[in-house]
């Protein structure tokens, strides 16, 4: 059984870091993409990044390209998303996702989310 889970969320200010892990179980992480999107309430959800299985190619969507960098550690399974210069409308759930279907497009499984709040 596959299962992706999200850490990492939390309240931050404007201008502020954080970093979101996702954790691969029943899956080989290092065959597959793998990717975080975000959704906000009644809007669609959105690609944000993504890695290929080697972590040689990686993916970003225009609104958080420079400020975000995704990175894996096969080792641990273990998919990053160090978010810095962080804005109000990057408030979001942030899921990861694998195996990316292609670059920029989900695949089958989904974690479960983890809410990201920039505010003042």
């Known amino acids: 059984q596959v299962q992706l889970v999200e850490s990492g969320g939390g309240l931050v200010r404007p201008g502020g870091s954080l970093r979101l892990s996702c954790l691969a179980s029943g899956l080989t992480s290092s065959r597959y993409a793998v990717g975080w999107f975000r959704q906000v309430p009644g809007m669609q959800r959105e690609f944000v990044a993504g890695?290929?299985?080697?972590?040689?190619?990686?993916y970003y969507g225009d609104s958080v390209k420079g400020r975000f960098t995704i990175s894996r550690d096969n080792a641990k399974n273990t998919v990053y998303l160090q978010m810095n210069s962080l804005k109000p409308e990057d408030t979001a759930v942030y899921y990861c996702?694998?195996?990316?279907?292609?670059?920029?497009?989900?695949?089958?499984?989904w974690g479960q989310g983890t809410q990201v709040t920039v505010s003042s």
């Open positions: 996702n694998a195996p990316l279907a292609s670059a920029y497009v989900s695949g089958q499984y």
């Open positions: 890695i290929s299985g080697g972590g040689g190619n990686r």
